[in-house]
């Protein structure tokens, strides 16, 4: 398949999980890929392993100097920028809303939705002058319903839900399509941290236990949300815009 033929892409929070996933089929697929990430030994193994397709930026989304500085150097590598895969985010901690911690609530906002914010204020004029683009930002479950113990998580999953409407909406007469891709939970390191979290003497047990609860009996692999992004991403969604995709074995029915 060669969906992203002379297609340029950036993926932030490229190093691992989700965002490695979608990198890899990115580039199978004929992009030509800058990975953002804060983790550059991470960085540095997976573009050697990619080759001359991938490029690696270390950058902070939550700053917007360092959001010009990895979009200026995929302007320099490759002229244009036609998908934005932004994927970057923080778990924060678990506990009571009474009892969150006020500097992890201000840092979870920052990065998962400063970081969209920057992203989409230095996409959307670079893909309406180039005729067009999507962005296709990751948020959850969470952003659809509640879920306790998880204050910042779920207020910054739902507040990129409306930053996307928005988008949408000022993208549309530029052909710059926006989405959400809303995933249950999902085998990567993010669901340890929060399994831990939730019971540290037996995480193994909430991981079981949420895995039930969701009516395929199990988490999301890596690669199944990455088809979606992709999905969002190429052509083949080019009607598609303004939408939250749930990703989640039917999680969010219930």
């Known amino acids: ?3 992203f033929e002379n297609k340029v892409a950036i993926v932030t929070g490229g190093a691992a999980g989700i965002g490695a996933a979608a990198v890899r089929r990115l580039i199978d697929e004929g992009a030509q890929v800058m990975l953002v990430d804060l983790d550059e030994p991470a960085l540095e193994t997976l573009c ?4 001359p397709a991938s490029r690696y930026c270390v950058a902070d989304v939550s700053s ?6 990895y979009f200026q150097q995929t302007v320099d590598a490759w002229g244009q920028v036609d998908v934005l895969l932004a994927n970057a985010g923080i778990e924060g901690v678990v506990a009571p809303l009474h009892e969150y911690p006020a500097d992890m609530f201000h840092k979870v906002m920052q990065v998962n939705v400063e970081g969209v914010w920057n992203g989409l204020q230095q996409a959307m004029p670079l893909m309406a002058a180039n005729g067009g683009g ?3 930002i990751t948020s959850s479950v969470a952003g659809l319903q509640g879920a306790p113990g998880m204050a910042a998580y779920v207020t910054s999953k739902h507040a990129v839900v409306g930053l996307m409407r928005t988008a949408a909406l000022e993208g549309a007469a530029h052909k710059v399509r926006v989405n959400t891709v809303n995933p249950a939970p999902v ?3 993010m669901m340890r941290s929060l399994e ?9 047990r909430v991981h079981d236990q949420m895995a ?6 199990r988490y999301a692999s890596a690669a199944e949300i990455a088809s979606m992004l ?12 303004g939408g939250t995709y749930t990703v989640d074995g039917a999680m969010s029915t219930g």
């Open 1 to 3: 398949m060669s969906r």
């Open 196 to 204: 831990q979290g939730m019971n540290p003497d037996d995480p193994t």
């Open 230 to 241: 992709l999905y969002l991403a190429s052509d083949d969604s080019s009607y598609c815009t």
């Open 212 to 217: 039930a609860a969701i009516p395929f009996g």
């Open 187 to 189: 085998e990567t390191r």
């Open 134 to 136: 999507s962005i296709v």
């Open 64 to 69: 917007v100097e360092e959001t010009k500085k």
């Open 48 to 51: 050697t392993e990619l080759g």
